[in-house]
């Protein structure tokens, strides 16, 4: 899918106006504090999702004497499903109303499944650096952007891991109660099963795409791997299912100790490694940035296998700290896919060999001609 036109009125810093995309790449390039992220940000509400950077809703309509006012509006043209679609955001008194094609919804979330992007922004480099939740929560997010039946099961093993827990922590006041922790365990591994089998699925299809990719990032001075074994490598239903069992019984006494259940896929963690090393622990800054490009671009291409349209990408400051060959690879080497990437530094415009550029300053924002962007009209 691609964006062809994205209105914007009263919104954060945006003067009133309106730009027009190419399929291809789009920088968005400008100083700080300008507006750039704010752009790509509206871009991003369309998907059905909250802010990238966890604003509320009310924040969004532009400040007026201190105040957020009442409204706040954005509009977008979308070629999805072999047409042209018109959308409509509005933040009207800190809740979200939409249009689409004309048709007035309640909700924002009418949107969801319209429109679909992936965004990589600067705090995603904590899906690198900081401990597995955030990994999970990457495998997760994307499994319940593609299967809304996977996010019931989440719920599902979630509510039952929060039965235990409060179960465990009542056993050490009433051992009576012990005989009943099987009922909950039986649920757990109902569901918890369900779980590491999406994500052993997500992942399978997910390592070798993030792997390819990374290497055309690096130019294939380094290797990556991914790897999501849970269990030490279970992987048919009855095999986890198994595991998953002893795991719990022979880990009940501590369980009951620290009320807490630690075995299950609330632990698990997908491993990244470059060269045979831990990205974590040991990645420089641009191979981190690298990998989190790699995983997102990779997330979008299975959101296109799964779906038929690719989703727009959008990248928010994430030349820094790449060297020259990285970032011809983003601007250049994204063939087939529709991207807006924000930077501060115009030479990268002129990096590009094929694209638009859209400078940005005080909330204004302008199509450039330049020398190197021959599909400007
Ligand atoms: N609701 C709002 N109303 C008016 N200005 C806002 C609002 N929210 C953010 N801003 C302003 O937007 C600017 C930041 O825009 P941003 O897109 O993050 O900048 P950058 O170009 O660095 O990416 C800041 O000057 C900030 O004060
Ligand atoms: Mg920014």
Redesign the pocket.
């Known amino acids: 899918m691609n964006v062809t036109r994205l209105g914007f009125a009263h919104f954060?810093?945006l003067r009133d106006g309106e730009i027009r995309p190419c399929d291809t790449i789009n920088v968005i390039y400008?100083?700080?504090?300008?507006?750039?992220?704010?752009?790509l940000e509206a871009v991003w509400l369309f998907t059905g999702g909250h802010s990238f950077r966890g604003a509320k809703d009310g924040?969004?309509?532009?400040?007026e004497n201190g105040r957020?006012a009442a409204l706040a509006s954005l509009t977008m043209t979308v070629f999805t499903e072999g047409r042209e679609q018109e959308l409509q955001l509005l933040f009207k008194n800190g809740r979200r109303e939409s249009v689409i094609n004309g048709v007035e919804k309640r909700t924002g979330s009418a949107l969801v499944g319209k429109f679909c992007a992936v965004i990589f922004s600067p705090e995603h480099l904590l899906l690198v650096k900081e401990g597995p939740a955030r990994r999970r929560a990457f495998i997760d997010g994307a499994l319940c952007q593609m299967k809304p039946a996977f996010a019931r099961v989440l719920t599902n093993y979630n509510k039952a891991l929060a039965q235990r827990n409060a179960l465990l922590k009542d056993i050490l006041r009433h051992p009576e109660l012990r005989d009943t922790l099987d009922i909950w365990d039986q649920r757990l591994i109902l569901f918890g099963t369900e779980v590491i089998l999406e994500r052993i699925a997500f992942c399978r299809a997910l390592a070798p795409k993030a792997s390819e990719i990374y290497g055309g990032i690096a130019k294939e001075k380094e290797r990556v791997s991914f790897s999501y074994a849970p269990f030490g490598g279970a992987n048919t239903r009855e095999e986890i299912a198994a595991k998953f069992f002893s795991a719990l019984k022979s880990a009940q006494s501590t369980d009951i100790r620290t009320g807490f259940t630690s075995a299950g896929p609330h632990r698990d963690d997908l491993s990244i490694e470059i060269n045979g090393l831990s990205a974590r622990t040991y990645g420089s800054q641009g191979q981190q940035r690298s990998i989190v490009l790699a995983l997102k671009l990779a997330e979008a291409d299975i959101l296109f296998q799964k779906t038929g349209e690719r989703p727009v990408i959008l990248l928010d400051d994430v030349m820094s700290e790449l060297d020259m060959s990285r970032r011809d690879y983003l601007l250049n080497h994204l063939d087939g896919r529709q991207v807006f990437i924000?930077c501060c530094d115009p030479e990268t415009v002129r990096l590009m060999e094929r694209g638009r550029g859209f400078f940005?300053e005080n909330g204004h924002v302008k199509n450039t001609v330049l020398e190197t962007d021959s599909v400007v009209q």
């Open positions: 954060r810093n400008g100083s700080n504090a300008q507006g750039k992220t704010n752009l924040e969004l309509p532009v400040l957020n924000t940005v």
